[in-house]
């Protein structure tokens, strides 16, 4: 072999090497924030929702604030991963709460759900047509 092939050879070899270690990449650090629970609703006249909000594992929730207008919030902490509540008074489709958590990069690890709806004339309601959605 001459001396030029053993230097393509050799860059070829080393090229690969280098693309075949593996990447060690920390993962990004927790970033604690604020999420907006957002309602979807079919309705115009809702009156109290019951919701429950949650986190996994070490995605914990550390608070849960109002953000709709003419709305009250009760909420119990359930444990680091859960708060329920009752969202009352006059609500509309958009956010009706806003969320503390421990990490906003792991927004797939916390949800919203809806548990129950009534009127503000205290009717009970399917929640067939509502979502809470975090953003």
């Known amino acids: 072999m001459n001396v030029r092939r053993?230097?393509?050879?050799?860059v070829g070899a080393l090229l690969l090497s280098a693309s075949c270690k593996p990447t060690t990449t920390e993962p990004p650090a927790a970033?604690?924030?604020?999420?907006?629970?957002n309602l979807?609703?079919?309705?115009?006249d809702d009156g109290a929702l019951?919701?429950?909000v949650t986190g996994n594992g070490a995605n914990i929730i550390t608070g849960v604030t109002a953000a709709c207008s003419g709305c009250k919030l009760f909420w119990s902490r359930v444990n680091d991963t859960e708060y329920r509540g009752v969202i009352t008074g006059t609500i509309n489709a958009g956010a009706v709460a806003r969320v503390a958590v421990s990490d906003i990069n792991s927004k797939a690890s916390y949800s919203a759900q809806l548990l129950d709806v009534a009127s503000r004339t205290y009717v009970k309601r399917a929640t067939t047509g509502y979502s809470l959605t975090l953003q």
């Open 6 to 10: 053993l230097t393509v050879v050799g």
């Open 31 to 37: 970033v604690a924030g604020e999420f907006t629970v």
């Open 40 to 44: 979807t609703t079919p309705n115009s």
């Open 50 to 52: 019951l919701v429950k």
